[in-house]
C-alpha cells in the first residue's frame, strides 16, 4: 500500500518536531500561534467587512422599497437624512443632542418625519428601541406624530404619542388607541414650544 505524499509529509514534519531540542519547540510553537492569529484576524476582518456591505445592501434595498411604499400613499420626499438638534438638561446643564430622521416627506402642504424599518421585529412600533427612537423624533422635531415605514408589511404607518403633549390617551373599545383624547390646538402649540426648546 503507497502512502499518500501529504502523510509522508506530515510523518517528517512530526520526526522533525521531535528532534527539535525544548527551545526549538517552544519557537516553532510560537511562530504557529502567532500565524494562527493572524490568519484568525483576516478571517474576522474579511467576515465583518461582508456583514457590513450586506447590511448596507439590505439598507439600500429598504430604502428604496420604502420610497416606493410612501410615493403610492401620497407623499413626496422632501428630504433623506435629516439631522436636528436639540437640548437636554444633564444636572441642569445644557447638553446638545443630534437626531437624524430618514425621510421628511410632503402630503397636502404638511410635512412628516419618517423612519424606515426593514426587519419584521423593528418595524413594530411598539418594538422598545423603535418607540424610543419614534418617540425622540416626535419630541426633537416637534412633530405631532410620525410616519414608520413598515417595508415587511408594505405600509405607511402613523405613530403618535399623546402624553409629549400632555395629553392622556385612552384606549377605544378595540384597545387599538382608537379613543384617544384629542388636545386642544393651544395647549398642544405650547407642548410642542416646551418639548422644541
Known amino acids: 500500500m503507497h502512502e499518500i ?11 522533525w518536531v521531535r528532534g527539535l531540542p525544548d527551545a ?18 483576516r ?3 474579511v467576515l465583518e467587512c461582508w456583514r457590513v456591505a450586506r447590511c448596507r445592501r439590505i439598507g439600500r434595498a429598504g430604502e428604496r422599497a ?15 437624512q435629516v439631522t436636528r438638534r436639540f437640548v437636554v438638561l444633564v444636572d441642569g446643564e445644557p447638553r446638545v443632542a443630534t437626531v437624524r430622521a430618514d425621510l421628511l416627506l410632503q402630503k397636502h402642504g404638511r410635512t412628516f418625519v419618517a423612519e424606515i424599518k426593514s426587519g419584521w ?6 418594538h422598545a428601541p423603535t418607540r424610543r427612537q419614534l418617540l425622540e423624533y416626535e419630541v426633537a422635531f416637534g412633530a405631532r406624530g410620525v410616519l414608520l415605514v413598515d417595508v415587511p408589511r408594505k405600509a405607511v ?41
Open 121 to 126: 421585529l423593528v418595524s413594530d412600533p411598539l
Open 157 to 197: 404607518r402613523r405613530v403618535e404619542f399623546p402624553l409629549a403633549r400632555g395629553v392622556e390617551a385612552r384606549p377605544g373599545r378595540r384597545g387599538d388607541g382608537s379613543g384617544a383624547a384629542a388636545a386642544h390646538a393651544s395647549s398642544s402649540a405650547a407642548a410642542a414650544a416646551r418639548w422644541r426648546a
Open 24 to 41: 526549538g519547540l517552544i519557537a516553532v510553537l510560537a511562530a504557529a500561534s502567532l500565524l494562527g492569529a493572524f490568519v484568525l484576524a
Open 5 to 15: 505524499p501529504w502523510q509522508a509529509w506530515g510523518q517528517a514534519a512530526l520526526a
Open 43 to 45: 478571517i474576522v476582518r
Open 66 to 80: 420604502a420610497e416606493a411604499l410612501v410615493a403610492a400613499a401620497g407623499y413626496r420626499v422632501a428630504d433623506r
